[in-house]
């Protein structure tokens, strides 16, 4: 019988390190994600629906809710949680769509059509000393976008085409959104 025993045991601990590790050495994270983040945005006008979870980014038909498509985000990081304003998702007028990270200033840029992804770092002009991610994407001219940062109450402008962003404004650190309009009203800007 402890025969038997020993080798039920040798047996779970193969199948569970089998399992658990994957091809190339590296664990794997069973259960449910370190980062429980889903966001949801419509573009209306080609009747699509964009998920952002930690896995990526999956598209939708808005019209009857079938999975068209998974985009995997090339290194995608993000924070969620109640700490920080989550990351956005944004169209622009092609329905290229554009994600934040809402802990490092990255943008990532999904072709409408090949669905082909772009990662853009975004060079800081202030705070490149800080976690700096974006949300409350709005696009304000070609290849202009302005966002709140979501670690400090901030407004950022970010030029996609020279992959740079220079703050707008700031704002004390009790102020307690991350919509980029409420802040601009709070300081009496818009």
Known sequence: MSVKLSFFRVTTI???????WACDGSVRRE???V??????????ARNRLWVL?????????S???RRLRHVSLPE???????RVCGPDIAFDAAGTV???SDVLPVIWRVDPQRFEVARIEIA???????????????????????????????IWRIDLNAARASKVASYPAATPTCDPGILLRTAGRF
């Open 76 to 82: 995608l990081f993000l924070a969620g949680g109640d």
């Open 98 to 100: 554009f994600v934040s």
């Open 53 to 61: 979870d930690p896995s990526g980014l999956t598209l939708h038909d």
């Open 63 to 65: 019209l009857n809710g």
């Open 14 to 20: 193969v199948m569970t390190a089998a399992v658990l």
């Open 31 to 33: 259960g449910r994600p």
């Open 124 to 154: 800081l002009e202030t705070d490149a000393d800080k976690d700096v991610g974006f949300t409350g994407l709005s696009f304000a001219g070609d290849g202009i976008v302005l966002a709140a940062g979501t670690t400090f109450a901030s």
């Open 35 to 44: 980062v429980d983040l889903q966001i949801v945005r419509a573009d209306a």
